[in-house]
């Protein structure tokens, strides 16, 4: 198969080197970069699994709740006096 692969790329670019027009040349310049990008985007894409579960996405993205004492006390820290419909009304906007 490496052979027959190999013989059609020769064969374009003998093709490729009977051409006379910078316009066509462009083109098939374009062209090769398209498929170079293209195949830079199908590496980068990485297959979906069919099942996980929270406790994978857990230990994956090392992640670690807040403590609940925590969350309140920063919250009180942050003296928010406005109530929580005007704060939402902000977040609409």
Do not use: W
Not at 8 to 36: C, T
């Amino acid at each position: 198969m490496t052979k027959k692969l190999d013989s059609r790329k020769y064969r374009l670019i003998q093709e490729i080197l009977k051409l006379d027009n910078e316009h066509d040349v462009s083109k098939i310049e374009q062209q090769v970069q398209s498929i170079k990008q293209l195949m830079g985007i199908q590496a980068a894409i990485k297959p979906i699994r069919k099942s996980l579960t929270i406790e994978q996405m857990i230990e994956e993205q090392n992640y670690t709740p807040i403590k609940r004492e925590d969350f309140f006390k920063k919250a009180e820290e942050l003296q928010i006096e406005e109530p929580l419909e005007k704060l939402l009304e902000q977040l609409e906007e």
